[in-house]
């Protein structure tokens, strides 16, 4: 509830019809408004949105995908995204992914706040890493970051078709 | 508005005393505001600290901060440092504390951490975890082991920074 001072009905008996009973039935009309826009937002019947995450440096797509999906809650922004290399992608660097709906608001020492949790696997192998995310200091794309570094055309393995990576991040959205 | 005609047709059949209405009303907005209001605003900004046995001192112009979305009980936060010129290591283990006490009777919660080298340009993955009796704190880790004053495979300087992002459920439940 953005409204916090005036989110009650009155304690006192409120005569049918009249203004004060007016009033309250719009206080507590505007609370409903409120409560059910952000239930709408995780409600079964609102499934997640589906967006284009970006390859902001790295890598290019190709005739691989790069998916996304995002749901927000208030002031609670989730994304999930997920890399599938194809035959004609390249890879020439770190690789950055950017382009997030409801972009990340909190910035701590001028660095966006995105965090999560990644997986890379490199198919033909069957290796796997986990990791994380953290953004682009001067920019908001983000890196994926696993335990060797930031995953690139090398790390955590030389990438080729069909190799993979996915995260799930979370952040502070507008509300 | 189906959600509303139901309550409303619940309330009105259970016992229809206007009064005590209201004041049911006036109780449920009460919880709903402490668990959806903050949802639907901008996160609580405040000031991580970082400890070790000898407790590091940043230096000048460094960064400690975070930044907290409070869900009922459940706690999501970022918390970030900056080392600054002048820094002092300190000595031992590194832990974060803040924002809340953890509620200490379960399994530990566990976050996730990026560490970066400002002057190599490198980003190390890591975890945080709480498993100890000293609710607020949470210890840090990289893939192979401990992160403290020696730091996580580099040596803390000037501009290099931690990021953690972890959730948790807090000590005390006050709806």
């Not at chain 2, 009460?30 to 996160?43: E, K, S």
Request: hydrophobic share 40%.
């Amino acid at each position: 509830m953005t409204n916090t001072t005036t989110p009650k009905l009155g304690l006192t008996k409120a005569v049918p019809g009249t203004a004060q009973a007016i009033s309250r039935l719009t206080h507590f009309n505007n609370n409903w408004d409120i409560l059910e826009a952000l239930l709408d937002d995780v409600d079964e019947k609102s499934s997640l949105s589906t967006f284009s995450p970006t390859a902001v440096a790295g890598f290019t797509v190709g005739n691989g995908s790069l998916i996304g999906r995002n749901m927000k809650l208030g002031s609670l922004a989730i994304v999930k995204v997920e890399f599938l290399a194809g035959s004609t992608s390249t890879f020439s660097g770190v690789f950055e992914i950017g382009s997030f709906p409801n972009a990340a608001v909190a910035q701590l020492g001028g660095v966006h706040m995105i965090g999560g949790i990644a997986y890379t696997e490199h198919v033909s192998t069957g290796s796997t890493h986990i990791g994380s995310l953290r953004a682009n200091n001067t920019a908001t794309g983000v890196y994926v970051v696993v335990p060797a570094g930031r995953i690139s055309n090398i790390v955590p393995f030389a990438w080729v078709n069909p190799d993979v990576f996915k995260f799930i991040a979370i952040y502070e959205c507008a509300p | 508005m189906s959600k509303q005609s139901d309550l409303l047709k619940m309330r009105l059949t259970e016992s229809f005393d206007p009064i005590s209405l209201v004041a049911d009303y006036n109780d449920m907005w009460d919880r709903l505001d402490t668990i959806f209001g903050p949802i639907n605003q901008a996160w609580v900004s405040y000031t991580p600290v970082l400890q070790a046995a000898v407790n590091p001192t940043l230096g000048a112009g460094s960064v400690a901060a975070g930044k907290r979305l409070k869900i009922g009980s459940l706690v999501i936060c970022y918390n970030y440092f900056q080392f600054g010129t002048g820094l002092n290591v300190g000595s031992g283990a590194y832990k974060i504390n803040g924002p809340f006490n953890r509620d200490i009777t379960g399994p530990p919660s566990i976050g996730i951490v990026v560490y970066r080298d400002d002057s190599a340009n490198a980003y190390v993955f890591g975890t945080s975890i709480a498993y100890s009796a000293a609710a607020g704190s949470r210890n840090l880790y990289r893939s192979d082991a401990s992160v403290g004053s020696g730091g996580p495979g580099f040596a803390w300087a000037n501009l290099d920074s931690i990021q953690e992002m972890t959730f948790y459920q807090v000590e005390e439940v006050s709806i």
